[in-house]
């Protein structure tokens, strides 16, 4: 069963702050996904990755596959980006995806 | 191109009913997964269908079940509701047999309480 942690579990920080927010998991997979979630519930994929590195304005996410660890950076932060943001990974030797518990963001202005 | 729809957006049930969940996925999708999210386990993975057949299941009692129809909407069924059945259920989508392997279009989910 792969164990995905995530860090931290909260955190609060100024607009305009550069934001990591950190996941391991434990077994090898085929793909580890970055989600957010607002609240009332609804989750937007942000990224899917398998190795190296994506960008999306001023989102990035990163994954070390030897050391099974991935990070996701906020550049510039801003209050809209308050959220939950979930690490889940595929493979490891379990059907579907495997969550991490969350990190949840507050970007205050 | 309309998202995931979700119904009901609220149910209310009492213990021992039944309740059955509906998700439309995103138009050409043909991948179906189901997750359920509570506060002290967070999101958990339900099971996933393809051309109306289940591909992966998590580990959930027999309780919980689903299918899928030709045009790839799908229901999920949880019978002999217990007060732990309590939990926001989320549907996703994608193109692909293996919906964990691609990007996942969320659904805005269904907040069940079991009274």
């Known amino acids: 069963k792969n164990e995905v942690e995530q860090s931290p579990q909260n955190l609060t920080a100024q607009e305009g702050e550069f934001i990591t927010i950190n996941c391991s998991y434990s077994?090898?997979?085929?793909?580890l996904h970055w989600l957010q979630q607002h609240p009332g519930g609804g989750i937007v994929s942000l990224f899917m990755l398998s190795s190296g590195k994506k960008k999306h304005g001023r989102l990035i996410a990163t994954i070390n596959i030897q050391e099974k660890h991935s990070s996701l950076h906020i550049t510039a932060s801003h209050p809209r980006d308050s959220a939950v943001y979930i690490c889940a990974v595929a493979g490891g030797g379990a059907d579907g995806l495997t969550f991490g518990k969350g990190t949840h963001l507050i970007i205050q202005p | 191109k309309a998202g995931v729809t979700q119904t009901p957006r609220y149910l209310i049930k009492t213990r021992g009913q039944q309740v059955t969940l509906s998700c439309s996925p995103i138009s050409g999708h043909r991948s179906v997964s189901w997750y359920q999210q509570t506060p002290g386990q967070g999101l958990q993975f339900l099971f996933e269908?393809?051309?109306?057949?289940?591909?992966n299941k998590g580990n959930f009692p027999g309780r919980f079940s689903g299918r899928q129809f030709s045009n790839s909407r799908s229901e999920m069924n949880v019978s002999t509701l217990e007060l732990g059945d309590s939990a926001l259920y989320l549907c996703a989508s994608s193109f692909r047999q293996t919906g964990s392997l691609e990007k996942l279009f969320f659904g805005s989910g269904t907040q069940l309480s079991v009274l």
């Open positions: 269908y393809f051309s109306e057949t289940q591909r």
């Open positions: 077994v090898g997979i085929s793909a």
